[in-house]
């Protein structure tokens, strides 16, 4: 068996066992995600190989000529402790170039990243629980299923809450399969949007961004409101934003985990104040 490392870029459908990794890992992946992910940047995704074999993984992705997400940063238990994982990550960063880099560490990789130019910024608070049904109850706020009229309404304010126009992106996230997303409106302009998917263990809302706490609650509630009894929810929250703490208390979700939040250069303009839940740990 040939033991040399050669890393390449990864296809969907190789990407796939990339997330069944991450399911092993406990990331709760959703199950639609890499079809999502995927098609954002073809080439940042990025596989190690020994013998032909996938052992390592990073993903790279660029959203526009100032920012990029790095993720799915894995080896296959078998072979880790040889600087597979750190020989991937050589080979995939420079798809970055000069942009800004988010990611979210986990706490035992923190020192790693560090060492690499990323700076902390805040900690990402992983919350799950079962909130309680809502049946019938009227939203604090109007809310109404997104159409695909929406788009491009949905991707201005999302601008606000992201460091990049994820317009494409949005197209896939919305309507895929398995995915289920509502909109809030005050006098024809939004103020919020949410989307809860299907994961490997409950749901997953995210992103859930709002200009208020009602509207965030009223999401919140109708994106949750029809699923069965007992069926976990995660959301992941910026720490420094109190009411989307006291958003998934109230809801009975409890913290779980946390990652944190790091950058290499300035922290970019992010809306914390809106985001009362990110899209995803893997692409931001």
Request: proline letters at 8%; aromatic letters at 10%.
């Amino acid at each position: 068996m040939n033991t040399e490392l050669t890393v390449s870029r990864a296809t969907l459908e190789e990407w796939r066992q990339v997330e069944e990794w991450a399911a092993d890992e406990a990331w709760n992946p959703g199950r639609g995600d890499t079809a999502c992910f995927h098609p954002t940047d073809p080439d940042g995704f990025f596989l190690g190989r020994l013998g032909g074999r996938p052992v390592s993984a990073v993903s790279v992705v660029t959203y526009s000529d100032r920012f990029a997400f790095l993720g799915y940063y894995l080896v296959d238990p078998e072979h880790r402790g040889r600087g597979l994982g750190m020989a991937t990550w050589r080979t995939a960063l420079p798809h970055a170039g000069e942009r800004t880099i988010g990611l979210d560490a986990v706490p035992a990789q923190e020192a790693i990243y560090r060492r690499s130019g990323f700076t902390s910024a805040y900690r990402t608070v992983r919350c799950a629980g079962t909130p309680p049904r809502t049946d019938g109850a009227a939203p604090k706020a109007p809310v109404q299923p997104v159409t695909p009229d929406d788009l491009d309404a949905l991707a201005a304010y999302d601008r606000q809450c992201f460091p990049a126009d994820r317009r494409a992106f949005l197209g896939r996230w919305l309507t895929a399969e398995g995915h289920t997303a509502y909109v809030s409106r005050q006098d024809g302009r939004v103020t919020g949007y949410g989307v809860i998917r299907s994961a490997r263990d409950g749901q997953r809302v995210g992103p859930l961004f709002a200009d208020s706490p009602a509207v965030a609650e009223a999401l919140f509630d109708t994106l949750t409101g029809h699923l069965d009894g007992g069926e976990e929810v995660y959301l992941d929250i910026p720490e420094p934003h109190e009411h989307a703490q006291t958003l998934a208390a109230s809801r009975g979700l409890e913290p779980r985990s946390h990652t944190v939040r790091m950058y290499t250069g300035p922290v970019p303009p992010t809306g914390t104040d809106r985001t009362y839940g990110i899209t995803s740990l893997e692409l931001g």
